[in-house]
């Protein structure tokens, strides 16, 4: 079995801040995904990367920049941390064919001052 | 966009007792996914449907792409049960899921 790694587990930043969540996962899965889950909201959809070298925007991209290094590794910065933000990522991941199941990571939640 | 309404949005339940969580979609589904988040903010993977039933313990779930709603079934709940429950589903050839908003399950003794 594989492993979704997020770094860091909880992040707290400051307003105007730049910050930058990493996402690792040896799962060798082409497509990985970044979401945004507030309380009591659904999981919604930042970026996501179909294959390596692949950058899509998702429904809430704005505020946001993803950067696919390499298969395993996908990264999300928040461009300016908002005062009194405070919000888990979460970073998934699936195969491009066959089936279409995605694997969670633990999350990184997100406190801004 | 695609649409994905949960229901109910709050349930409670003693333990013992059995409900039915409930996706309802605006279009046609390839798969379904079911997730629990646990305390930490994790999404657990309960089950995934392209089609038909699965069971795993007391959990049950069910998909019927044409009727466009999935349903996750839970019986003799238990305290450790609760927590929020999320649905997620693709259209073919959509890289993009939608999640619904959740269901927050609160067991109670």
């Known amino acids: 079995g594989g492993i979704i790694t997020q770094t860091p587990k909880f992040l707290i930043g400051q307003e105007g801040q730049k910050l930058t969540l990493k996402c690792q996962q040896n799962?060798?899965?082409?497509?990985m995904y970044w979401y945004r889950q507030d309380s009591g909201k659904g999981l919604r959809l930042i970026y996501y990367?179909?294959?390596?070298?692949?950058?899509q925007k998702g429904d809430l991209s704005e505020g946001y920049d993803a950067s696919r290094e390499k298969k395993s590794s996908f990264s999300l910065t928040v461009t300016s941390a908002q005062k009194n933000e405070m919000a888990v990522f979460l970073c998934a991941s699936r195969p491009l064919g066959g089936g279409d199941e995605q694997y969670f990571g633990p999350g990184t939640r997100l406190t801004v001052l | 966009g695609d649409q994905v309404e949960q229901s109910p949005s709050a349930l409670s339940l003693h333990e013992g007792t059995g409900s039915a969580l409930r996706c309802n979609f605006t279009t046609t589904m390839r798969a379904v996914q079911w997730f629990r988040k646990n305390s930490r903010g994790s999404l657990i993977n309960l089950f995934y449907?392209?089609?038909g039933t699965k069971e795993n313990g007391r959990l049950k779930s069910a998909f019927d792409s044409k009727e466009r709603y999935s349903t996750l079934h839970i019986r003799d709940a238990q305290l450790e049960d609760s927590g929020t429950y999320f649905c997620a589903a693709r259209r073919g050839g959509n890289y993009k899921p939608t999640f619904g908003k959740g269901t927050s399950l609160v067991v109670h003794p």
């Open positions: 799962f060798n899965h082409d497509t």
């Open positions: 449907l392209a089609s």
């Open positions: 990367s179909i294959t390596e070298n692949d950058l």
